[in-house]
């Protein structure tokens, strides 16, 4: 008997109690993750200023976990749809603390690139077992809520890293700060071991092959196009809200941070806003459409506000900050419902692949256009993208919630 093929346990039932304590350790558990693969991006001035990295070394180093999770998410998607998410989260965990640990502990340039990479990959392990223990326990009319509130786990992790991670390497050094994603992890760790079960799969029978979603339809290949054109918009306001607001706007460093920190609490908050309208109206597509739409509208008067240097600007790089990361829930949500138990580790490793690779080209391109033509151009330029996203978003293809 195959892996993909073994007896599955007997269906399960918990108290609702039980269901949110899972829900609290799936997105505690993706946050530590957020806050290994994000925090050293937020050592760079640290490195440069005190370590005398160039800023390409350092840059490296902040990149290193980032590659660990684009190169392993579909892996540990397989694992999870084999050995199941508790399994694959204890692993992964235990596996990014050590990884931390080392980090820590190492000097050097290539041991310190080696090690986050290490962490990285390890992290990546939540991404789909935390999801999938969400989708799991939850039913469908409270599905959408619940995987909101576990969304808000990566601007949660990155705003912990920006205000910990700094701070603390400011104050005592690189390595020094490393601990805090490590101890993060560690103790998600625990708190995923003392509550997390493996939700219910239906049954099986030997020999019966499992179905490729895939080849049924069109329908996780088009969310996934659709969720990497959504990509773009939200890289490029994540990336350059900051610098926009110090060298466009004239703002100090300290109130422009506040601006993006708030930025990112609206957004944590709109993930949960969007996840409960789609348990209202009994689907994920049509909010996804009405997300896209409005993130191409934002983008867009953004662009217009911006070039003609209104002040409304900046409330408006507030509302993009909310609008272009409402998708992130619902495409997440979906492929995993259409995957199914057997299938969405990989399906949802997929998605995450494909968003990480689109949003790491982001910046790089966007800093070329911002060069060559101004902020307001590029924030124009990014409204494209959702308005070509809305017709490809499969709202006739998807099937009554179950």
């Not at 490195?47 to 990295?53: A, F, I, N, Q, S």
């Not at 992964?92 to 080392?102: C, D, E, H, K, P």
């Not at 939540?126 to 969400?134: D, K, L, P, W």
């Not at 969304?151 to 005592?172: E, F, L, N, R, T």
Request: net charge positive; hydrophobic share 60%; aromatic share 6%.
């Amino acid at each position: 008997m195959s892996l993909d093929q073994r007896p599955t346990a007997p269906v399960r039932t918990v108290s609702t109690a039980r269901r949110w304590a899972m829900l609290v350790a799936s997105t505690l558990a993706q946050a530590a993750a957020a806050v290994m693969v994000h925090g050293p991006a937020f050592l760079i001035p640290t490195l440069h200023d005190r370590e005398g990295m160039s800023l390409a070394q350092a840059g490296l180093v902040a990149a290193a976990p980032t590659i660990g999770v684009m190169l392993t998410l579909v892996a540990w998607g397989w694992v999870t749809d084999r050995r199941g998410e508790r399994f694959v989260m204890l692993i992964g965990l235990s596996a990014t603390t050590v990884a931390g640990i080392a980090s820590a502990l190492t000097g050097g340039l290539i041991l310190l690139v080696v090690t986050l990479f290490l962490a990285g990959a390890a992290a990546a392990s939540t991404n789909a077992a935390s999801g999938r223990v969400v989708v799991g326990w939850f039913p469908p009319e409270r599905r959408g809520l619940a995987m909101g509130i576990r969304q808000m786990s990566q601007p949660v992790g990155v705003g912990i890293a920006a205000i910990s991670i700094a701070v603390v390497a400011d104050g005592h050094g690189v390595h020094a700060a490393l601990w805090v994603p490590t101890i993060a992890c560690a103790l998600a760790a625990v708190l995923a071991a003392a509550v997390v079960i493996d939700p219910p799969r239906p049954e099986r029978k030997a020999g019966t092959a499992v179905t490729n979603p895939y080849r049924e339809d069109s329908y996780l290949a088009r969310i996934h196009g659709v969720s990497v054109l959504l990509v773009v918009p939200q890289f490029l306001v994540w990336s350059f809200a900051l610098v926009w607001l110090v060298q466009d706007r004239d703002w100090s460093p300290a109130a422009a941070g506040t601006v993006v920190a708030i930025a990112q609490v609206v957004g944590a908050l709109g993930r949960i806003a969007v996840g409960h309208l789609s348990d209202v109206v009994g689907g994920r597509m049509r909010p996804l459409r009405w997300v896209a739409l409005a993130a191409a509208a934002t983008m867009a008067l953004l662009g217009l506000t911006a070039a003609l240097d209104l002040a409304v600007a900046v409330l408006l790089v507030v509302v993009a900050t909310l609008v272009t990361v409402a998708d992130n829930g619902l495409a997440f949500t979906a492929v995993a419902e259409r995957a199914g138990p057997f299938w969405s580790g990989r399906a949802l490793g997929a998605q995450n692949t494909a968003q990480f690779l689109a949003g790491s080209a982001v910046p790089p391109l966007a800093g070329l256009a911002i060069a060559q033509w101004g902020y307001a151009a590029a924030f124009a330029i990014a409204a494209i993208f959702p308005l070509v996203a809305a017709p490809l978003v499969p709202v006739r293809e998807e099937r009554e919630l179950s």
